[in-house]
Antibody
Framework: EVQLVESGGGLVQPGGSLRLSCAAS????????MHWVRQVPGKELVWVSR????????NYADSVKGRFTVSRDNAKNTLYLQMNSLTADDTAVYYC???????WGPGTLVTVSS | DIQMTQSPSSLSASVGDTVTISCRAS??????LGWFQQKPGKAPKRLIY???IFQSGVPSRFTASGSGTEFTLTISSLQPEDFATYYC?????????FGQGTKLEIK
């Protein structure tokens, strides 16, 4: 069974950093591109970042470019999102999703507040 | 950036009704479009990819069509479990962009 489980969310002060993880199981993780998508509760979905299967190519939304870094460890079947210089606008539920978005994790809430 | 505009933003319908949701792209995206259903407190669920190909297990009352800049999702004979928010997503050009969502509510 394909499973994606995010972790690492929580409360962080403005200007702080946080690293999210997405543990994958039930499929050949190293064969799939992966994405991060976020959603302010009650608002629309926003695509954040994508990484190719071997981690050599990444893409970002303009709103996070230069502050967020996506990476992966295929040996550990884990996707990461390093988030720096966080602001209140980054407060959201963060989801990881596989490939063409056929599987999603349940999400992890990031709250940026003093 | 490609803007994805969904209409309507909200829709009220009854069980058994047929509804259509539209998604318009500001630039052509070919068939690189997906449709997603999201229920409160849950992760989105993919319904459609490549504009018109169904995710396994999606009921046949869902149909989708379109290419380029105009796309539609039609739900026939609405069932109680269909009341949710629906999003389109283009993945033809970076940054990938979602529509603002269409909230389908029970009348």
């Amino acid at each position: 069974e394909v499973q994606l489980v995010e972790s690492g969310g929580g409360l962080v002060q403005p200007g702080g950093s946080l690293r999210l993880s997405c543990a994958a199981s039930g499929f050949p993780f190293s064969a799939y591109w992966m994405h991060w998508v976020r959603q302010v509760p009650g608002k629309e979905l926003v695509w954040v970042s994508r990484i190719n299967s071997d981690g050599t190519t990444t893409n970002y939304a303009d709103s996070v470019k230069g502050r967020f870094t996506v990476s992966r460890d295929n040996a550990k079947n884990t996707l990461y999102l390093q988030m720096n210089s966080l602001t209140a606008d980054d407060t959201a539920v963060y989801y990881c999703a596989r490939g063409l978005w056929d599987y999603w994790g349940p999400g992890t809430l990031v709250t940026v507040s003093s | 950036d490609i803007q994805m505009t969904q209409s309507p933003s909200s829709l009220s319908a009854s069980v058994g009704d047929t509804v259509t949701i539209s998604c318009r792209a500001s630039l052509g995206v070919g068939s690189d479009l997906g449709w997603f259903q999201q229920k409160p407190g849950k992760a989105p669920k993919r319904l459609i990819y490549a504009a018109s190909i169904f995710q396994s297990g999606v009921p046949s009352r869902f149909t989708a069509s379109g290419s380029g800049t105009e796309f539609t999702l039609t739900i026939s004979s609405l069932q109680p479990e269909d009341f949710a928010t629906y999003y389109c997503l283009q993945h033809n050009n970076y940054p990938y962009t979602f529509g603002q969502g269409t909230k389908l509510e029970i009348k």
